[in-house]
């Protein structure tokens, strides 16, 4: 049986990262508005203050002379709650759907959490669809508290055309 | 008339922040969340490698033998968008109620904005409860998308407990 490894991203593995980027988006419906590259991956990633950290799933099956595949990833960033203190934020998380059922998922959540832990963070955030139930289910039945229901949150964005209006640029 | 100055937060400011941090999550109805303190908020802004940034405003009047007075911050942390690259998340923004109706929450809107393109930033977040309809309103009308209304996104956390049992310990 192939066995799979949950590792921090490498710089080499961008271009597997932006090929699972783009299947994400593809799934939530939304693939028009992928505009990264493979350099900026790599630049804001892998430069002295990144601006995002990456684990990435990837199998390797016994005796088969070919690479270890990457099938998934799980994309975070630290940040900070002023009530709780460091916090991480999950942007990301998608394995590829052959290789789904085998716990992969779980095993990126666990392996952040760790990371999480690891930091001294208390808050471990992430945002989900409200069409995608399963990974909703997922999540709470994992101990998540859903805080747009609970609490009323709203996410809010400023895209660039508006950011500019705001910094008169 | 009073001068209003936006400046980025020294460690020195720390006190003064956790203030205002209290009277926010005070008007935000959930107070007893606030487990921060002084030192964390110094020793995680003011590293080497700082889990978020802060402004603060400050009101100096003129002729005053006093110091400038903290009277509102804006807390923030750069995250990233797979899908557009460098992001900003605003966690927090307050004004104490004294000193609103003069801009004050716009400066320091304008002044993160400015930050976020002086760093490349195509996005500028943030999380707005949907009975503060000021607050949304107010965020609307300076161009922001509310995405929670508009792709249905939901806001999950893993608190502590739960993060825990994530990672087995």
């Known amino acids: 049986?192939?066995?799979?490894r949950i590792r921090e991203a490498q710089e080499g593995d961008c271009g597997h990262i932006l090929r699972l980027i783009r299947e994400l988006a593809e799934y939530e419906k939304l693939s028009?508005?992928?505009k990264i590259s493979e350099?900026?991956?790599?630049?804001?990633?892998?430069?002295?203050?990144?601006?995002?950290?990456?684990?990435?799933?990837?199998?390797?099956?016994?005796?088969?002379?070919?690479?270890?595949c990457v099938v998934g990833?799980?994309?975070y960033c630290f940040v900070y709650s002023t009530w709780k203190g460091r916090a991480i934020y999950?942007?990301?998380?998608?394995v590829m759907p052959a290789y789904r059922g085998q716990g992969i998922g779980s095993k990126i959540i666990k392996k952040v959490a760790e990371v999480a832990l690891d930091q001294g963070c208390s808050q471990f955030r992430l945002a989900v669809l409200d069409w995608?139930?399963?990974?909703?289910?997922?999540?709470k039945a994992l101990?998540?508290?859903?805080?747009?229901?609970?609490?009323?949150?709203?996410?809010?964005c400023f895209h660039r055309e508006a950011l500019r209006e705001l910094a008169g640029r």
């Open 1 to 4: 049986m192939a066995s799979v």
């Open 32 to 34: 028009d508005q992928v």
């Open 39 to 68: 350099e900026a991956l790599r630049a804001d990633g892998f430069g002295e203050n990144p601006f995002y950290h990456c684990l990435v799933a990837e199998i390797l099956a016994p005796g088969e002379p070919q690479e270890p």
């Open 73 to 75: 990833y799980g994309l």
């Open 90 to 94: 999950l942007e990301d998380i998608y």
């Open 132 to 139: 995608n139930k399963g990974a909703m289910d997922l999540y």
């Open 143 to 156: 101990g998540a508290q859903d805080l747009t229901e609970a609490e009323g949150w709203h996410s809010f």
